[in-house]
């Protein structure tokens, strides 16, 4: 069906990675949540409106999805426990945080010794329409910035580049990846 391939990718690369346990943070009306969950052994997917918590679950209710656990909290608060995630993923979530530097620092709380974080978001723009309209806190982030913010929450290997840009379209969208280290084990 045309204008549906970027959901066969997705699902088409998740056959390539082993079972992993993915948190959704700012997951919205669940539509990535639900895309994660066609490949995931399970998601976590939190946001702060129960509205659209209440709209995402009846999603994954309506396409029989189980294997998603929603919950409801901040990005800089998330509820979920230290070390039990493989991948955070913050999808057009981070210029909705009040502190996107803590938001970060939460997605590496909960990721396990050598998990990921990967950003989606909006290259730094001159669209102030967005704050009132959409509730963008941030009008995005600087690729230096984006990689400041990754590394200077411990994350290794970071790299950011530009994941879509329209010609004469004031927004860029940026993908950013982050290791967590594994710690070194004391010779005894």
């Known amino acids: 069906m045309p204008g549906r391939s970027w959901a066969a990718w997705s699902r088409a690369l998740g056959l390539l990675l082993p079972g992993l346990d993915v948190a959704d943070l700012g997951c919205g009306e669940g539509y990535l949540s639900l ?10 997917a939190v946001d702060r ?28 608060r998330v509820p979920i426990d230290d070390a039990s995630i493989d991948v955070a993923l913050l999808s057009q979530a981070l210029h909705h945080a009040s502190n996107p530097a803590q938001a970060v620092g939460e997605a590496v709380r909960i990721l396990r010794e050598g998990g990921r974080v990967l950003v989606l978001d909006l290259r730094s723009h001159e669209e102030s329409w967005v704050r009132d309209a959409l509730g963008d806190r941030w009008q995005g982030f600087g690729d230096d910035q984006l990689q400041a913010l990754l590394a ?35 010779r005894s």
């Open 35 to 44: 895309e994660a969950a066609q490949w995931a052994r399970k998601v976590v």
């Open 152 to 186: 200077g929450a411990g994350l290794t290997d970071v790299r950011v580049r530009v994941g879509a840009r329209n010609p004469g379209d004031p927004f860029v969208v940026l993908l950013a990846v982050g290791t967590k280290p594994r710690r070194r084990r004391s």
């Open 49 to 76: 409106s129960a509205d659209v918590l209440a709209r995402a679950r009846a999603l994954a209710t309506r396409r029989h999805i189980k294997n998603v656990t929603w919950k409801r909290g901040e990005l800089e």
